[in-house]
């Protein structure tokens, strides 16, 4: 078992870092070499009849409303989150630890965490890659104009957009994009 996470470990850093440089070097000939090398090299191989690459994911944001608080953010997330039966299962508020450990101020940003516990097994069991994306993470982040920002990664940037011929799986990644819509939308403006 410890082999085992230890190379899912390992699989999540090659992916990351494959990522990583295929976002800093679009253009750049040589770093799509190295990333194709890196993923030939690996021993495992994503299911690309269900997964986009990861080399092009999107980003949803929303511009959350000068008028709202992060009080007011988090408690309108939190709602719509319990409201559509999906769990907050950690926050993780990095610029805070920044600060602590720096003694400089930083710029907000936190990190909101979300599943559903039913529907991640559904998933998982349908194909194990989906575990790797959970949980649903979403960012509160301030630009440098001190203007705050959520992000999340879009679904459809992730899983293709065709059918998974499993009525079951599509359905719930069609709810899981809605939720997480409605839980941003309800974090950008407010409104719960």
């Given at each position: 078992m410890k082999i085992v996470l230890i190379r899912i470990t390992c699989l999540v850093f090659v992916l990351n870092t494959t990522h990583a440089l295929a976002?800093?070097?679009?253009?750049?000939?040589?770093?799509?070499?190295?990333?194709?090398?890196?993923?030939?090299?690996?021993?495992?191989?994503?299911?690309?009849?269900?997964?986009?690459?990861?080399?092009?994911?999107?980003?949803?944001?929303?511009?959350?409303?000068?008028d709202i608080s992060i009080e007011d953010i988090q408690e309108a997330m939190e709602s719509v989150a319990t409201e559509e039966g999906i769990r907050s299962v950690g926050m993780l508020p990095l610029s805070e630890m920044v600060e602590l450990q720096t003694g400089e101020k930083q710029r907000f940003l936190k990190i909101y965490q979300y599943i559903s516990p039913r529907d991640s097994v559904t998933l998982s069991n349908y194909n194990s890659e989906f575990s790797a994306l959970l949980p649903i993470r979403i960012a509160l982040s301030e630009d440098k104009n001190g203007r705050l920002w959520l992000y999340s990664i879009d679904t459809d940037s992730i899983f293709r957009s065709e059918k998974t011929m499993n009525p079951e799986v599509d359905k719930l990644l069609s709810t899981l994009k809605s939720t997480i819509n409605a839980i941003m939308n309800a974090g950008a403006t407010g409104n719960f």
């Open positions: 976002n800093y070097t679009t253009n750049n000939e040589r770093a799509k070499e190295i990333k194709s090398s890196l993923i030939q090299d690996n021993d495992y191989s994503i299911n690309s009849n269900v997964l986009n690459s990861y080399s092009q994911p999107k980003v949803v944001k929303y511009l959350v409303g000068d």
